[in-house]
């Protein structure tokens, strides 16, 4: 049996600079520009007049997320504009 040792603290710059990196260089961020495929955009609204964050918000933006993945996993030349 393995005894496996985590560590005592979550340290996500550890690695997740490394990814990001990755992902800029093979510009997974990069619009294709391919005109033949059917665009898909969500733009994201401004915040409340309080400026206030709340669970709506949250949920809003987990949704926004879903959708922009699932259109661009459909093919899709997708747009996230904030």
Known sequence: MCNHNLEGKYEPNSFEEDIYKEWES???????????KGSYCIMMPPPN???KL???HALDGTLQDILIRYK?????????VP
């Open 26 to 36: 093979k510009e997974y961020f990069k619009p294709s520009g391919n005109k033949e």
């Open 49 to 51: 007049v309080t400026g």
């Open 54 to 56: 709340h669970m709506g």
């Open 72 to 80: 661009r996993m459909q093919g899709y030349n997708t747009l996230w």
